[in-house]
């Protein structure tokens, strides 16, 4: 995982919940709360954070966890418009993420372990269903 998707969580924490919840969480989880945005780290430390931030503030992980994606979406397209992938729906911008957003990241961090993203739409329930796949 990214730096740059932990920083996101940090500025997530602290804006939501305020900086004394963030600095419980690393205490909580013996991180270090230094997150370089070029650098890479394993992708259960992205977990490890949320799962203590359910806990820490009581709210279920799939709350935290949708509440983190919204925000990173949000905050990625604020940062770049250049490198968001075009589309005119969030569907059509969520199916194109492993081509368009993947890409790019892959130029610019050449030795980043990358997720890869499956999507399966599914049109008689009106559904669809992204699946990541770590890279580590």
Do not use: C
Request: charged content about 20%.
């Amino acid at each position: 995982m990214n730096g740059i998707v932990f920083t996101a969580l940090n500025e997530m924490v602290e804006r939501t919940f305020g900086l004394e919840a963030w600095d419980a969480l690393l205490q909580r989880t013996g991180q270090s709360g230094i997150f370089p945005t070029a650098s890479s780290y394993p992708d259960d430390g992205i977990m490890e954070l949320l799962t203590a931030l359910a806990a820490q503030q009581r709210v279920p992980l799939p709350d935290v966890t949708r509440m983190f994606g919204e925000f990173l979406f949000t905050a990625f397209q604020k940062g770049d418009r250049a490198k968001m992938p075009e589309g005119d729906s969030v569907d059509e911008i969520l199916m194109s993420v492993d081509e368009a957003i993947l890409a790019t990241v892959a130029k610019q961090f050449p030795t980043a372990t990358l997720p890869r993203f499956n999507v399966d739409v599914r049109h008689t329930t009106r559904r669809m269903v992204m699946t990541m796949r770590s890279g580590a």
